[in-house]
């Protein structure tokens, strides 16, 4: 496995630490406590507006992953009839479900009350969440909206529909937690949950800096923030200090390198190979350094929430994302933002398990050669199985295309 460097982390990663530990601490005593899918969900601001704990399934699978408990949880899914070409997360997420579960990462993952799910992301999800309905007998809340093909172009009565999706689902999250979401506690959820999103933009607008003040894998470890402490004032104070530490970082000219150091910045298509982490730590070894990603990028809850409409921002959140727009629209975003972040190199995780993020990756590297003529690299891989991912060729490839780049 792919060795790591001795840089120094920025501090705030041991804040971040602290936060998943509390996050994880809570799922085991705060009740109800209901699985919430992570790509733009607007449930999560609605569930901490009543008192309900989210937690996140795929957030888990990416901890097993780290923890390289992915290979056991998907040959236990695999055991109990799901298809190895079922995504990892949902595999390893039905593992967990269904294994013995000793010593399990952060105490584990608990049993649920409730499952919050909105149809903004890909189709795994519907099954997905329809077995765990299945196997736990509780009360889904799920929000429907249209698909966003032209954001720019959006149709009114798309936005209309979802603001009623809305309106439904907090009449059963009320309903389920006994209590009354009102429209202050709503505001407030939003208002702190704004917050989160104006400082991530700020955040990402840092990463445009020479030398690029944090990486690629400090950026994933605060996107827990931005999908699991939204509408929390514990997000607001951990995204603040992550904040306030990049920028100071960029104001004193500190980033992973020197400016003289940073060879290459490159960007990052895809979910990363999250048990092999290090391989940020070889690229780094080799002067490369990830400002860019859109996994970091475009993918979460990155909508503007406005607390005094907040209704209308949960709806445009659920309606927002990567996930939920067309890859026409997501080229567009890359081409603008490659520019920006002065990137030099692309590398493309072909993501066995999550098509709906790897299907456009010919079009796109395609477009970003024919375009802005930069090099690029496409490795065939999988974010949590382990199983189809072969260390030494993945590292003739990077080595070859990093010989090329010179
Ligand atoms: S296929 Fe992709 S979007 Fe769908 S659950 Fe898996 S990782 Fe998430």
Request: with cysteine; charged share 25%; hydrophobic share 40%.
């Amino acid at each position: 496995m792919t060795e790591k460097t001795k840089r120094e982390r920025p501090a705030f990663n041991k804040i971040i630490s602290a936060a998943i530990e509390s996050h994880y601490n809570n799922i085991q005593t705060n009740r109800p406590m209901g699985y919430a899918l992570m790509a733009p969900n607007p449930l999560v601001e609605i569930a901490y507006a009543a008192g309900i704990q989210p937690a996140f399934p795929e957030n888990y699978a990416a901890v097993s992953a780290v923890k390289h408990l992915s290979r056991k949880y998907c040959e236990t899914a695999e055991a109990h009839n799901y298809a190895p070409d079922i995504c990892s997360y949902c595999r390893n997420n039905l593992g967990y479900v269904y294994d013995s579960k000793e010593n399990p990462p952060f105490g584990g993952l608990g049993r649920p009350d409730l499952l919050l799910l909105t149809s903004s992301a890909c189709t795994h999800y519907f099954k997905w969440w329809d077995a765990l309905h299945e196997i736990y007998k509780i009360p889904m809340i799920y929000i429907n909206t249209p698909r966003v093909m032209e954001p720019q172009a959006m149709p009114d009565y798309y936005l209309a529909y979802a603001i009623r999706e809305i309106e439904a689902a907090i009449i059963q999250v009320e309903d389920i937690a006994g209590t009354k979401i009102t429209h202050e506690k709503l505001s407030q959820a939003v208002t702190l949950s704004g917050e989160v999103v104006d400082y991530w933009h700020k955040l990402l607008d840092l990463q445009k800096a020479e030398p690029c003040p944090v990486n690629l894998t400090d950026i994933s470890n605060a996107l827990f923030v931005l999908i699991a402490l939204v509408g929390k004032q514990e997000g607001v104070d951990v995204i603040k200090t992550v904040y306030d530490e990049t920028k100071q970082r960029v104001t004193d000219g500190i980033g992973i390198f020197t400016k003289e150091e940073e060879k290459h910045r490159l960007m990052w298509i895809n979910i990363p190979f999250w048990f092999n982490l290090g391989l940020f730590g070889y690229f780094e070894k080799r002067g490369c350094v990830f400002p860019l990603s859109d996994y970091t990028q475009y993918i979460w809850g990155t909508t503007k929430m406005d607390g005094a409409k907040p209704i209308e921002s949960l709806a445009r959140k659920a309606l927002e994302g990567e996930l939920n727009s067309s890859l026409d629209d997501q080229i567009e975003k890359m081409l603008v933002d490659i520019k920006e972040y002065h990137i030099d190199g692309i590398i493309a995780h072909s993501n066995r398990s999550c098509r709906v993020l790897s299907v456009g990756i010919p079009d796109a590297v395609k477009v970003i050669q024919k375009e802005l003529n930069l090099p690029s690299l496409v490795l065939d891989g999988d974010h949590t199985d382990e199983r189809v991912y072969s260390d030494a060729n993945i590292m003739n490839r990077i080595e070859a295309f990093l010989e090329m780049l010179g």
